[in-house]
């Protein structure tokens, strides 16, 4: 069990980088790039504040102009012999290999973290792959990749060290939004083991190497054919000794902090046969999963994590791979379309291929190569257990994908959605809410409330959609007792809390909700009469799942607070009086030391109100004592589909607004991603609470609340009274005023896009 230390936090792997990166350099050139933007945010943030490096200085921090500007400012300031760093993804990583190739050229030592996202290709993404760090991979810099952000940490301070006694860049990344955005119980490094672990001396030779007027140099010259290529094959050395650096490194560390790392990790069954080749988030996901297959279902399988992959060391490689493997499963999260294979699998291959010439290996295993992931798609257990049940037949298919159903050239592996590896005693939760509503807010202080309270462990993990403010958010949250290591969505979760009503009839929810389980909702109906209110097809796994259905007006109390949309405090409140994970005096009392820490800068009114939106949270919580037979006509209809709508919309639009995009096979897709135009109109949301009502007496006719609303979706038409001819009696209008004098006057809200 965790232990109340004050070193044990919970944080997401952009904090976690964030506080290694600024405590152990001087210059920091920040660009903002989703889901990078928090680790310069934060660099920015503690240098305001004043906060010191290591060394007792505060660190610069410049934001550029682009990326490349970033990256340039970086190079010149480690010229300078100042440590420097940066941080990016996607895009804004491709802008900085211009200047990456002459960091790495002329020996620089630097670290740059990236939170890796998928490169636009046929389309924008800014979700979490691998295709822009392998982008970079010719470079020359060292490529090291954590898994969750304990390793995420961890690796920002090792990579630093090894980067400074190996004279090599490194670039050091882990998967957006995954890793970047997930919270977990990090162990946090002191400063002063920080300081110890960077020797000085090795800063010191980083100086003396810098351009200085009173020890003059040159670089950057240029060469003609007769000498450049002797000069790029002088870095050969430094290169063939940054293995072993990094496993002295890796052994250090080790002795500092007692958490041991290894350019590969092998994990799984000394004899397996079948074994997985990954690196970064999917290492955790293999890893619990070969612990399960191995335990459960007696098999013989297992993990090779991939922690540094530029150099890649074969002779390392060879020596975690089990003598007894026969069948191998290299997984890319990655398409290098036109290529033989991803770049992971041609690595593993070439290898394998070595170390059976050298006499390392018995027999030739069959090494097969597939993708995962890409756009941060779902990678979980399930997909894991059809990659090693791909392995156990006589031809297993190669260049596979998993996680989508691929019905144009049959590449996808089929997995069975039910097959859940959780231990009963973590327990799960999800919440549904609107983005900027402070649900996902509420949940980091509900991890941090439980993780310092209980003694517990705790992850939570938040999906975003692109549109962010005013769309849909769903964080899932998991307490334990044991580390949690599942960086994939929760299928069957123990209480389920709905922060927006208007989700009922749109979002698939409750159908993760485990028989017996608690579910929550923000109702503007009572206990009494909700039932009455709820679409037939909730009612129906509401009374098959026997749940324990509780009501809140969240959103009136938070009104008559004076806290506006924000429900999150009461919503955060009722879900611990309710799951009995605190006993509910400890609960309100750590949640209003909380509120006090969170918003006492903003000032003591509105810590206050927060305090009095905790109390009568308490005693505003219904139970629904409910039938046990459907009652409702209201339909579950996410997307109204009708007849004139164009077929692209009634087959794809609409699935994608169902939140069943994950279900739409590769057929239905175009493969260029030319869209048809004019599908937006289809998209009704629907989602306001409240929406604004047009008062022709009290109007002036200025048209502001058109000018100003964010959505478009009040608009103002004047126009000649024969217009008017044939309009129902409840269509609102008036006489124009000044210039519109003579006109007829409407103000119109589209209700549905509010």
Known sequence: MLTKTANKVAMD??????????????VIAIYPITPSSVMGELADLKSANGERNIWGTVPTVVEMQSEGGASGAVHGALTTGALSTTFTASQGLLLMIPNMYKIAGELTPTVFHVSARAVATHALSIFGDHSDVMSVRQTGWALIASSNPQEA???ALIAQRASLESRIPFLHFFDGFRTSHE??????ISFDDMRRFLPDELISEHRRRALDPERPSMRGTSQNPDVFFQGREAINKYYNQLPSIIKRVFDEFYKLTGRRYDLFEYVGSPNAERIIVIMASGCDVVEETVKYLNSKNNENVGVIKVKVYRPFSVEDFIRVLPKTVKKIAVMDRTKEAGSSGEPLYLDVVNAITKGYKLGLLGEMPLIIGGRYGLGSKEFNPAMVKAVFDNLSLPNP????????????????????ENFDIEPETTFKAIFYGLGSDGTVGANKNTIKIISEETGQYAQGYFVYDSKKAGSLTISYVRFGK????????????????????????KYEMLDKLMDGGVFLLNSPYPASQVWDYLPAHVQELIIKKKAKFYVINASEIAKKVGMGSRINVVMQTAFFAISGVLPKDDAIKAIKESIKKTYIRKGMDIVEKNWKAVDKTVEAIEEVKYPDKITSNIPFNPCRITEDMPEFVKNVTCQMISYKGDKLPVSSFPPDGTYPTATSQFEKRNIALEVPVWEPNLCIQCGICSFVCPHAVIRIKAYEESELKGVPPTFKYTDGRGDLKGLKFTVQVAVEDC
């Open 482 to 505: 044991e580390y949690i290591r599942a960086p994939y969505l929760i299928n069957r979760a123990h209480f389920i809390g709905c922060h927006q009503f208007t989700f009922l009839d």
């Open 13 to 26: 792997g952009n904090t976690a980088v964030a506080y290694v990166a600024h405590a152990t350099n001087e």
């Open 183 to 188: 919270i977990n119980i990090v162990e946090q």
């Open 153 to 155: 940490q961890d690796f």
């Open 397 to 416: 298919k190669n260049n596979f994908t998993v996680g989508i159903i691929d019905d144009v050239t049959g590449s996808s592996l089929e997995w069975n």
